[in-house]
């Protein structure tokens, strides 16, 4: 089994969010597709080792808010690298209760959800829910995983399906030991600000390794 | 609900395999993901309709053949738009026998499973497929459907979880009745050889209507 062959499978980016009772919680995915038209009907996975898959199991309910190319990456960092359990990531995030779900509003597109049916797998729980509401938050294009991994050079969450522990670091390059973000910006990373931090998961210049 | 929504999220092009009482057969799908790493397990979602639901039920073995943005888009037509239950689809499509499964070969990467779960929807089945093999067939860049619809001018089958019955027709054109490709030649669609095809389903010009 060549694994590389998942590399060529296609995805967009979504931010899944639901209540922890009362508060809201969510966390990042690449794992959502329509399943049904009529009526309709979306699955998202959730790794069963996610805060937010017990949450949404409670609740549930959640929401699909798909990011867009110009989204804040920060976003995913934010939602994709830490756990909700002890962490408000709507803290700093702009977020609007739509359909009486918490929705990241800066993203290009929301989908609200009742869940109506699960199905287990050996890590993920796959929710399927019907759609409650849903609408165009912005015409800016939707991002996809590759322009994610390609533009941004975002990596890859350890909870993710689509993680693989062998990710090639690239050697001589400072690479953020909790997102797996890699520095590519002209400024020499030494000569950056001590207050300068991820752009994707907020962490400090400190949590920075040479590869 | 604004069913655009659903437009901004994110799919490849795939054909999902599978056999037939050792006939090859299969449909062409958008709904694919992997859901979980290790082990690597990855789902599909078929309508109930399909005839390769049903062989997917009975043989309990797929594999998903991912299509590349240079397949020959007339793949997708073959697939999508015809039904397997009296038509040989493999006929005029190359393929190969991968991990005993019927793998297209005009693809960038084929990866082959064995039903583990399934999740029962309104209108579609989702089949998980624990992985049995996978392997990278060419380094053509996959084809989005954002890229099958914007670039391809194809449209979406019936039976897709992502068909919108008012998917709005270019006044004017001329189009294919059995799968809504747009003809977009600059020779004018009159002038066209009477034994011209659809690019995407192969029927014939006399199908083509005027929008």
């Known amino acids: 089994m060549n694994p590389k062959a998942f590399h060529a499978m296609s995805y967009g980016v979504y931010v899944v969010s639901t209540w922890d009772n009362g508060r809201p919680t ?10 049904t038209a009529a009526p309709a009907t979306v699955m998202v996975s959730i790794n069963k080792d996610n805060y937010t898959n017990k949450c949404i199991a409670e609740c549930g309910h959640f929401a699909i808010s798909i990011l867009a190319e110009n989204s804040d990456p920060s976003i995913i960092g934010t939602f994709g690298f830490r756990s909700g359990k002890d962490f408000d990531k709507f803290a700093d995030v702009p977020y ?10 800066d993203s290009c597109a929301y989908i609200a959800c009742r869940v109506i049916n699960t199905m287990d797998s050996p890590t993920h729980t796959v929710f399927l829910g019907e759609v409650i509401g849903a609408d165009v938050l912005s015409d800016n294009p939707p991002m996809t995983y590759a322009y994610y991994h390609g533009v ?13 522990a062998d990710e090639a670091q690239p050697a001589g390059k400072y690479v953020c030991s909790v997102c797996g973000h890699v520095y ?4 020499p990373f030494e000569q950056l600000p001590e207050d300068w931090a991820c752009p994707i998961c907020g962490q400090p210049k400190s949590v920075f390794k040479k590869a």
């Open 152 to 164: 941004i050079k975002g990596k890859t969450a350890k909870n993710a399906p689509t993680y693989l």
């Open 26 to 35: 969510g966390c990042t995915a690449n794992c959502a597709a329509q399943i």
């Open 96 to 105: 609007a209760v739509k359909d009486a779900l918490p929705v990241v509003t």
């Open 184 to 187: 590519t910006g002209n400024i």
